[in-house]
């Protein structure tokens, strides 16, 4: 593989709000993210500072970088660390788990195993933790995303019987999956 697959520096901010906007205009964001482009682009330079920040600490969140040869940010994914009885996204976590959020690569670099490598790191970060020491990681996608579904099944995740509502779209529903 030509990426290399590293954890984000806190001093990339730039870079990082760079692929977040990028991901934030696929044609699946509406679907696969819990913000919109707009929203984003709002934000000051200090909010992707502190984000960056904070997953190049990895204490609660960590975030993964695929680098390609040219320097070039081709994919991400984030983890955040949720201790049994917290709620950061959907309902309380029933053990000491980890959640994957943020998932994006770049529509020229799909198909190409980047994913797959993205989603090792973040595996091997999560059963890596010594406290808490991680019982699942998760992941909640929308049920109408068939295309993440796809890869979060090729890359292991079976799904649970857990469901939860969608922020901002009530309607809707979300799958957990774990594995």
Known sequence: MEHVIRRVRAEEWARARELRLA???DPLAPIAFYESYEQALGQPDS???????????GVD??????????????????????PKGSARIGKP???????VVGVFVRAEARGSGLAAELFRAALDWSWA???PRVDRVRLLFHEDNERAAGLYRKVGF???DDTAPVPEDPPAREYEIRR
């Open 129 to 131: 933790l010594d406290e």
């Open 61 to 82: 969140v960590v975030q993964f970088v695929a680098e390609a040869p040219d320097g070039r940010w081709d994919g991400t994914v984030s983890v955040l660390v949720e």
């Open 47 to 57: 909010f992707w500072q502190e984000r960056t920040s904070s997953a190049a600490a």
């Open 93 to 99: 976590a029933p053990v000491d788990q980890t959640h």
């Open 23 to 25: 991901a934030l205009q």
């Open 158 to 160: 079976v799904p649970s």
